[in-house]
């Protein structure tokens, strides 16, 4: 089980960024797709996430600005990221629900992306 993330970079206050969650070695369903990010010096917090039914969830810093979406199976999801603001400087990280034929579930992180959003 793996996720890779990218799309991460340095970019300036008001502008956009796409990051992408590939997942691959998953044999069973992903439920649920979740964004989460750390700054330096804070907790983990979640940005986003997404269902295989096809909804999604939103932190209020990221309503308006965010759009999460992804491939029906969620192999693939991304985070389309607009308005950044140097607040939104961390890296970022996506989490796999994924449902197991015993009916628990587990869970696979990815290694991160770094957004920095600076003048």
């Known amino acids: 089980v793996q996720l890779v993330e990218s799309g991460g970079d340095l970019v300036q206050p008001g502008e956009s960024l796409r990051l992408s969650c590939v997942a691959s070695g998953i044999i069973d369903p992903i439920y649920v797709m979740r964004w989460h990010r750390q700054a330096p010096g804070k907790q983990r917090e979640l940005v986003a996430s997404?269902?295989?039914?096809?909804?999604?969830d939103y932190a209020e810093f990221a309503k308006g600005r965010f759009i999460v979406s992804g491939d029906n199976a969620l192999n693939t999801v991304y985070l389309q990221m607009n308005s950044l603001q140097p607040d939104d400087t961390a890296v970022y990280y996506c989490e796999a629900i994924i449902g197991l034929s015993s009916g628990d579930y587990s869970t696979a992180w990815g290694q991160g992306t770094q957004v920095t959003v600076s003048e």
């Open positions: 997404i269902a295989a039914i096809g909804s999604t």
